[in-house]
């Protein structure tokens, strides 16, 4: 069985997709709003799949 890894992205990507700034998706990786991979201290990354659909479980919970 092959399973394939999710390609990941930097902030801008994110930011960039969802039309927000870089420093807001900063901010939502510090409160737990979006999941993140942090391959170091200094380093975040982003699977644009799982940031996807935090928003889409948030938008169906009438979170926003």
Known sequence: MHTTT???VGAREVAER??????TVNRWVR??????V?????IV??????????FSKEATNGNH
């Open 6 to 8: 999710p390609a990941l």
């Open 18 to 23: 969802l039309d927000v700034t870089v420093g």
């Open 45 to 54: 990354r982003f699977d644009m799949d799982a940031v996807l659909a935090a």
């Open 38 to 42: 942090r391959p170091s201290r200094r």
């Open 31 to 36: 409160t737990g709003r979006i999941p993140c």
